[in-house]
Every structure is written in C-alpha cells, then in structure tokens.
C-alpha cells in the first residue's frame, strides 16, 4: 500500500507509438453516469487500470474526472482519452470541444486526443490542422484518430502535421481488421480496439472461445483480451459496470495463447459481425 491508499500492483505492459506509452489494455467508459460512474471509474482506477477512454460525445467526461480524483492515483500514472465528434470538426468547433472536455474532466491535458468519426463534409486537412493545434497548445500530449478506414487514414497521415499514434477501432474476433491492423503497423500506430464483447454480446458464448477458456481455466472474457493483446501493437478498453470483472479484465498477462489457439480464434473472423455502425459511418474497408 503507497501513502494514497492505492495497492501496488506489477505495471500493466505498454504499448508504444510515436512517444505515447499506452498500457496494453484500458477502461471503456460508455454510459457510466451519476454516482455510480463515478464510483467504478474510481474503483477501475484502484484496480490498477491506468488507460481510461471517454469522449465528449459519451456525456461521462465529469463522472470521468470526479472518479480519477477520488481514486487517490497520481494524475501522471494515467494514461485519459477523449474525443471530438465528428459535428465539431471544424476548427473552431474543435477547439471548443477540446477546452470544453478538459472543463469537464478539470484536468489541465488529457494524453490522447482523437477525432471520434470522420466527416466527409469538413475538410480534413482543416481537423487534422486543428488536431496539431491542440497538441502544441498542450491541451493533449499525444493525437489520433478513431473509426479511420486504410485510406482515410493514410490521408490523415499525410495532412497531419503532427505524428499520429492511434487509430481506435472496433476489434474482436468475430470482425475481420486485418487491413487496418497492417495500416496502422505499417504508420507506427498502435490500434485500440473498442467493442472487444460486442458490448456483450453472442462473442462471449462462442464455443470455440468457450473450449479455450475451459482447457486455460480462464473465462471467455479473458480469452477474448488476450487473442486481442497478442495483435500486435493492439490494445482493448472492455467497459464493464461490475469490480470483479475489472479485475478479470485485467488479469490477462499471466499466460499466452498458442499459435494453434491463436489460428483457431482469428479464424472466427469468417463471421465478420461487426457491432458499431452508425449513420455518420465510414464505407469500412472490406476483407
Ligand atoms: N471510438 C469509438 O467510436 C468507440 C465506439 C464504441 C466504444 N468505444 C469505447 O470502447 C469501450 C468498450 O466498448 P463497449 O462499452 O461498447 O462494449 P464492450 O466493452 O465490448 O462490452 C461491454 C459489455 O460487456 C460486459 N462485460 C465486461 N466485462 C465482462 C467480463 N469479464 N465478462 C462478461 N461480460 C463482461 C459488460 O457488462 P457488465 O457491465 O455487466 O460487466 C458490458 O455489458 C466503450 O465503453 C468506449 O469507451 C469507442
């Protein structure tokens, strides 16, 4: 126990990308409202989570920032993402929405910026001038971007001025991401993967997932983040609303798949379900 209350814990692995020093897997924050927010990013926090993804668009950012400062950990060992919609990428809009969400999260930076979806009717040269803009105002140490496809990431790379080191995508083994995977590589990006349960869905009771997890006497869950880690440079951010399953969530460095094991659960990739696909979505790249 350290002088803060906070257990200490081996550090989580990282995952590095143009400076940034992402832990290998995060919190999602989606929906976790009110006290009960507050309360289990506080507890996601005291866990030994050190990655916390939110977005304007969530409405969490305040619950967010409550729960950080009542967790007792140091500002520097956390690694806070938001994200600006993709109504606002205008640059004015932009900066509003960035000075805005450190408002909320009454923090003085966050350490990952992304832009939340692109949009073909703002120019993206003006968003990715903007993105720059927020980086060397210091209002984020570190930029990217989310729901980029192969060639609008590759646009977004040559219009950025400044480096960027993540494209934040749905990844799960029922969905095919092996071009953006190989994109993002081939630019130095690292890849968060959002959705690693399809937001709970069927993933969890696939029985090839489900043999796994029996013969490892681990749970589905734990299958699913270690397949997604052992991606290279690839990293989840499950959500879950329950402490013992962010302690499970975490738990997921103390053994390695096979390649055999590995094979078996990409090849459940022939599925190609894929879970977030809103009006304001991009044609995604095909298989
Ligand atoms: N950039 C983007 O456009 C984008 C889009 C979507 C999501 N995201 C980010 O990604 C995060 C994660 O995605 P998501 O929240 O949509 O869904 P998810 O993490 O795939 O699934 C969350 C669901 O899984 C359950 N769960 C969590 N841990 C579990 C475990 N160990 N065993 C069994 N069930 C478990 C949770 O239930 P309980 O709460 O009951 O545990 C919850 O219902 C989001 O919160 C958000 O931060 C980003």
Redo the contacts with the bound molecule.
Sequence with gaps: MNDTGVLARPALPRLYAHGAAIPAVGF????LKGDAGREIVATALRLGHRHI???RK?GTEVEVGDGIRASGVPREEIFLTT?VSHENLRAADFARSVEGSLKDLRVDYVDLL?V??PNPQIPLAETMQALATAKRRGLTRHIGV??FTTALLAEAVRLCPEPLAVN???F?PYLDQRKLHAACRRHGMVLIG????????DI?DDPVIGEIAAARSR????IILRWITQNEGVAP??????PE?LR??LAIFDFTLTDEEFERIGALRAKNRR??NPPHAPVWDTP
């Design positions: 999602g924050t989606t929906d993804d939110t977005a969530y994200k992304l939340h979806w989310a729901n934040e995508v749905e799960h959002y959705c690693p349960f399809m937001r709970g869905g969890l749970t589905p869950a734990q951010i499950p959500k879950s609303t329950r399953r499970e969530n879970r977030a």
